[in-house]
Each structure stands twice: as C-alpha cells, then as structure tokens.
C-alpha cells in the first residue's frame, strides 16, 4: 500500500469513527427535545455523554487535520468550497459545546430552555450539513482545472444530497437512543429502546432510497460495485440484527449494529470515491485524487510515523475512559450538568 | 470591501477573542495541578476546594476555547485555501500532529477529571489534571511550531509551486520556535496566575473566605512572579531573534525609517508620520535598542527604508513596510503590561514574606484585582506585533497575504461570517463574563448545592 492509499484510509477511518462516536452524542443532544420528559432526564441525558462527547468531536479535528496535512487540495479546495455549509456547522457546533458546560450553571428556566435549543440544533445541523457535503462528493462538484470549486446553491442542496442529510440524522438518533438505553435506567431507557425499533421502518426506508439514488445518479457502483454490494449486504445484515436485538433488549449488541450501519454507510462513501478525493462535475480530468491533491512523500512519511506511533496510546486512553464511566447515569446520583 | 480585507477581519477577530481564552486554560490548568497536587500530598480538604471552585472557571473557560478552536482550525481552509494548498505539507502537519497528540489527550482526560471524583482514585483524578495542563502545553507547541514556520520557513524546498517539507527537526528546532514557544508559554502562565491573584483579591478585599483566598492567592502570586521574569527574559531573546529573521519587524515596532545610529536609542514614545516617512516628538532612551537587538550597549539597528530597498531586491517590487503605527503601538502597550506584572507580582511576594498577607494593604489589592486585564492586554498586542508586524507576508519571504486568500469565496460569504462569527463570539464574551462574576460571588463554600435543587429533589445525595 503507498503512503497515499494510507492516508486516505486513515483519513476513512477518522471520519467513520467520528460518525460513530460523534453520533451517537449528536443523537442524544436530539433526544434531548424529543424524548426527555422533564428536565432532570435532560440532565441524565447529558450527563451520560457528558465525559465522551468533547474528545468525539476531536475526531472531526483530527480527520479535518489529517485532511490538511495529508491532501492539502483536498482540504483546500472542500473548506473553501461548502463555505456557508461550514459557517452553519461551525455555528452549531460552538452554541452546542458551550451549551453542555452553561445551561446548568444558572437557576433560571429561560436560560435552560435557551441552551437547549442550542443543545438540539446544535446536534441536528452539523450532522445534516456533513451527511450533505459527503453525498455531494460522490455526486460531483463543479470544480475547475484549477481545482477551484464554484459551487451553486443546488450544486450543494439537491434531492440527493438532502435524503442523506435526513438518513445520517436519523441514524445518529437512532444510534443515540441505543446509546441511551446503555447509560440510563428504567422508564427512560424503556422509552428510548422503543422509539429506536419505531423509528428502524422510516430509517429503512431512507436507507434504500439512499441506495437507489446513490445508484442511479452516481457513478460510484460502476466504479467499485462489487466492494459496495458487499458492503450493502453488510448493512443490511447489521440492520436486521439491529432490530432483532432491540427486540430481545440486548442493548449493547443493538448499540453496535445500530453503529456498524453507521460505520458501513460513511465507508461506503469513501469507499466508492477513491481512488478519488473530490470529484469534478465539469471534466473526469479535474477530480481530485489521492495523488494530485496529496502532499509530498517526505510528509506523509513523517506523519505516518507520528501517527502509527500515536494511535495506540489514543485508542487505549478513550477505550479506558469509556470503561471507567461504564457505569449508569440516574437521578440519585450527582450530576455534574 | 474585498474578500481579503473581510478574511483578515475574520481571522483578526476570531484568532484574538481564541486567544483570550487558550492561555487561561494553559495557566489554569497548571495552577489548579498544583493545588490538587498539595491536596493529594497534605490530604488538607481545602485544597481539594481550591481546586474545585477555580476548577468552575477553568471549565467555564475551556468550553469557550474549545469550540472557538475549532472555527481556527476550518477557517484556513475556508477564507485562505490557496494559502493552505501552498503550506499546507508543511503547515498541517502539525495541526493534525496537535488534534493528535494534544486535543484528544486535553479532551479525554478533563471528562475524567469532571466527572470522575467519585469514580478514579485520587492519583488518577491528579494525573488526569497533570496530563490536561500537559496536553494545552503540547498544544501550545505544534500550534507555534506552525506560527514559527509563518515567521520563519524552514526545513522545506519549494516543488511545483508549492512548499514541501523535508526536514521535519529543522521545523522542531526553528531558532524561532525556541524563543516564542517560553514566551508564548510563560505569557500563558502568567495569564492563569493574574487571575487567580486578581479574583482573589477581590475577595480579600471583600472580606469573604478569606484564608482560602489568601492561600490561592499566594499560590499563584508565585507562579505570577515566576513566569512574568521568564516572560521578560524570553521575550528578550525573541526581540534578538527578529533583528536577525524579520529586521522589517523589528524596526517598524521601533518606527525605525532610517539608521538608528550606534549605539541605538530606544524610542518610547514618538508621533509617527507615516505618509512622510519621519517621525517627530520622539522620547528616546540612549542605547536601550542596542541592548534590545544585541545584548550590548552598541551596534546599529537598520531601519524601514533600507530594509524596504533591500526586499525589493530580493523578492521585487512592492511596499514592504507593515502598518507601523499598529505594530509600534502594540509593542510599547505589551513592555509595559509585561513590566506592571513584573512589579505587581515582586511587590506581592514582598508582602507575602513579611508576612503581610493577613493584612492585605487596600490600594495594593486593588491594583491585583485590575491587574487580571494586563495579561490579556500584553498577549493581545503581542500577537498584534507579531502578525501585523510580518505583513505583507502570511510566510515571511514565500507568500504574501493577498495572494492566500481564497480565489472561489465571494465577498457576501465572508461578510456574512465575519457577521455571524462576531455576534456569537460577542455573546459568548458576555455569556462568560456573566457566568465568571455568579461563581466569584458565590464563592467556594457555596458550590455543594450547585444546579438549583429546586428542580431537582435528589441531586444533594452527590
């Protein structure tokens, strides 16, 4: 494998993990409007990613970071392109950051439903808004031969690219409710065990109509369809179980099929760009690709390196802070929010 | 108004209200490490407290620098994309050896300390602690080794028009990373400990708690003392550095248009004429830029219209003089915040080992109090000088700031971010402020019942 293909599987890998991690919490901040009663679940609510939801969002960091280092053109040219869609996700995510740490810190009801809202769009939009950007990447781009993008409003918001949007929102719900269940007790993680299997037919649904456009309008099954297809299978397998767990309570199984659909669905992303990283709706010869837009040898060597060398200790330290937080979060214990 | 103009307002902005929170978080970590250290050792409950209540703001503080860290890292890309496709094998690198090494490390490890008191034993809570205030140094690094290939490239080769690392020690010892990242790093130091000191003389003054606030306030009026020299010291060495690497700098943060003479005075005060290239009224301290430039009373400092001639030799035609008034100005409001710290900070250890802190002397404490502005006010304009000062240059000597813009945004975009970005920062601003005066007031004792019990009958229990 050339440092290259590494780097764009790292770069895969971030973005999975993050969609996976990342949606869950984005999940529970949605639940926190549509499945909280009253204001003390809220709390248990965002307690129970209160110690996870901060270094998830550092995925997004870091695989925006990777971007930069490892295909400047590729950052350069999707950042400076989806600028008002990442005014809007920046947006979100900074009134849903503070939100977590301010909404307890004052004892007036106005003030909490204020970041609260700021809670629930801010764990809405930038889920939406990223599933937007990655479906029209496979889509195609109005990019020059300068690896300028000029895109139009419908360039970005199309049929497609918001069917994606609603189906990775979705997804992280029902991924956070499965969450939820995990870290909650009694009538709260009945309710959120329920409304997840309620809404498996609408999110199925999604699913398939993201296929089939994904199909028929982009050229991505032509390029890589037998890794797709299996990678369909896949899904769907995971699905199904998904929903078989649900039904039999085995909420941390659930949990982790709910997020291997997750997982499946933003690698089929990359899946079936590369060996491209951007693709051009003006000329094949425009694309980005793991070559072009990539950084000099000497570069991705060292941040092989350094990264390789880091990766372990990373992984270990959040897999260990998850376990000490194994436990569950309910309303006769202290809560920090 | 042009895509440039708007996108140097955005990352002027942005990057200085960013910058008011990181080096509280820097400094603060380091203090409330201190005191949990103390508490773990002397098992004294009260300092466990101190941990806990400056712990409140820390928290408060971090979110805003968090979130507002994040608008830094996208907007490279977003307002300077043909910046990021020339730099970017040498500049993200260590961005993305940042999110690695520090972000993950800062972020996994304050969830453990938040909400982990109950739930790890004291010496892990304490190492979580340690290891964040590591994490924001690390942080610190990667983010300057960055800067420091702004102001000072190495350690890469120019191929197909782009710049391309090849020595990544060269960037890890840039003679400019090793002077800004102590200063930068003691500034941060000093930030967290003038407000530690500020906030609790306000206290003292007050008379409220006051053995925990004379304890904290001791505490960090030692870290205060501590890095302010070294801030000072470092800061020198910078100064030393820049009439080597950036001697247009240099001089325009002396309103230096021609030869200094030798030995070089020091201007502190002057009215600067920009449009005829003079100054007049000029206040001058003999030999103090010699000393400044070279650690010894002579030697010659060259100014903006010499150097102005040698750039255009070097890299044609063009005005290379960066806004002087800006970069004079602010260097002169750091010296001399630098410097009130320095003395605010001797005279408080005085009174400590005259054991005069049961008595705390009224004028004295009141200056500690507004003495928590000096900090932000010297790492603002310190930053002001250093990017103002490079101007035109984004890489000094490689690339020029119009020409990093963004080709594909249009004016209305940035405009409208420039807007948005603005009003939400103002109310985060206000937001913080707000929320650090109701901690203050309500001191540390009062923490136990936080989160209104009112709605929530079972939560004492914690």
């Not at chain 1, 269940?181 to 999604?206: H, S, V, Y």
């Not at chain 2, 080769?157 to 020690?169: K, L």
Request: overall charge neutral; charged content about 15%; some cysteine.
């Amino acid at each position: 494998m050339s440092l290259n293909e590494l780097w764009f599987l790292l770069i895969a890998v971030l973005f999975v993990g993050f969609f996976f991690l990342e949606g869950f919490d984005f999940g529970v901040g949605m639940e926190t409007q549509i499945l909280a009663k009253n204001d003390t679940e809220r709390r248990i609510l965002i307690n129970s990613i209160g110690p996870f939801w901060d270094a998830n969002e550092v995925w997004l960091i870091t695989g925006a970071g990777a971007m930069f280092a490892a295909f400047p053109h590729w950052y350069a040219t999707l950042f400076s392109g989806f600028y008002i869609p990442f005014v809007f996700a920046l947006l979100a995510l900074i009134a849903r950051g503070v939100a977590f740490e301010f909404r307890g810190k004052r004892d007036s009801k106005a003030w909490q439903k204020t970041w609260d809202v700021c809670i629930f769009f801010g764990s809405f939009l930038p889920p939406f808004l990223l599933a937007v950007v990655f479906a029209s990447f496979i889509k195609g781009l109005p990019i020059d031969k300068d690896m300028q993008m000029y895109a139009g409003f419908f360039d970005i918001v199309n049929a497609y690219t918001v069917v994606a949007g609603i189906t990775v929102v979705l997804l992280c719900l029902v991924h956070g409710l499965m969450f939820t269940t995990l870290r909650t007790l009694g009538d709260l993680q009945e309710r959120a065990r329920k409304l997840a299997q309620k809404l498996l037919i609408p999110l199925a649904a999604l699913l398939v109509a993201f296929v089939v456009m994904t199909y028929t309008m982009t050229d991505i099954f032509d390029k890589r369809g037998t890794l797709l297809w299996i990678v369909v299978v896949l899904a769907v397998a995971a699905y199904l179980l998904a929903g078989y767990f649900m039904t039999k309570k085995k909420d941390g199984y659930a949990f982790g099929m709910t997020g291997a659909v997750m997982a499946l669905s933003v690698a089929s992303i990359f899946i079936g760009l590369f060996p491209r990283v951007m693709i051009s709706s003006l000329d094949q010869a425009f694309n980005l690709t793991i070559t072009n837009a990539a950084s000099g040898q000497y570069s991705l060597k060292v941040m092989t390196i350094v990264a390789l060398t880091l990766l372990p200790f990373v992984l270990g330290y959040q897999i260990w802070s998850y376990f000490i937080f194994h436990k569950r979060v309910h309303e006769k214990e202290h809560l920090e929010y | 108004m042009d895509t440039v103009l708007l996108s140097r307002i955005q990352f002027a902005s942005t990057t200085i209200f960013h910058y008011f929170f990181v080096p509280v978080s820097i400094g603060l970590a380091l203090i409330i490490a201190i005191m949990e250290t103390m508490y773990v050792r002397k098992g004294n409950e009260e300092y466990k407290r101190m941990a806990q209540f400056w712990g409140k703001l820390f928290l408060i503080n971090f979110a805003v620098g968090v979130v507002t860290g994040i608008l830094q890292e996208f907007q490279f890309g977003m307002n300077w994309s043909d910046y990021s496709r020339f730099v970017g094998d040498v500049f993200g690198a260590p961005l993305a050896i940042e999110a690695l090494l520090a972000f993950f490390l800062e972020s996994t490890f304050i969830g453990i300390w938040i909400f982990g008191w109950d739930k790890v034993s004291k010496r892990i809570h304490l190492l979580s602690i340690w290891l964040v205030a590591f994490g924001t140094m690390l942080s610190a690094f990667w983010i300057l080794l960055a800067n420091s290939f702004m102001q000072h490239p190495v350690g890469f080769a120019i191929n197909n028009g782009r710049a391309e690392m090849n020595d990544i020690f060269a960037l890890i010892t840039n003679g400019q990373l090793l002077v800004e990242f102590p200063h930068t790093v003691l500034a941060a130091y000093a930030t967290g400990a003038f407000l530690v000191t500020g906030i609790s003389a306000y206290k003292l003054l007050k008379k409220q708690d006051v053995a925990f606030f004379r304890k904290s306030f001791e505490i960090a009026a030692i870290v205060g003392v501590i890095s302010s020299f070294g801030v000072a010291v470092a800061g020198h060495a910078q100064a030393q550095y820049l009439v080597e690497t950036q001697p247009m700098k240099m001089a325009a943060s002396e309103a230096l248009w021609g030869e200094s003479g030798d030995p070089a005075p020091w201007t502190v005060f002057a009215n600067i004429d920009v449009k005829n290239q003079t100054n007049s009224n000029e206040v001058q301290v003999p030999y103090l830029l010699s000393f400044l430039s070279y650690s010894k009373f002579s030697g010659d400092v060259k100014g903006m219209l010499e150097l102005q001639k040698e750039y255009e030799v070097a890299y044609g035609p063009g005005d290379y003089i960066p806004p002087v008034k800006t970069t004079f100005w602010s260097f002169r409001i750091m010296v001399a915040a630098g410097t009130l710290m320095m003395l605010f900070g001797v005279y408080a250890i005085y009174l400590m080992w005259r054991k005069k802190m049961d008595r705390p002397n009224t004028w004295f404490m009141r200056f500690m109090f507004w003495g928590l502005l000096l900090p932000p006010i010297a790492n603002t304009a310190g930053w002001i000088m250093t990017e103002i000062g490079r101007q035109p240059w984004t890489v000094f000597g490689l690339m020029t700031t119009e020409d990093s813009v963004s080709p594909n945004i249009t004016s209305g975009q940035v405009l409208f971010s420039v807007i948005s970005f603005t009003a939400i920062y103002a109310i985060l601003g206000a937001v913080l402020v707000g929320l650090f005066v109701k901690v203050i007031k309500k001191g540390p004792y009062a923490m136990d019942n936080e989160h209104g019990e009112s709605h929530d009958p079972y939560n004492k229990e914690g």
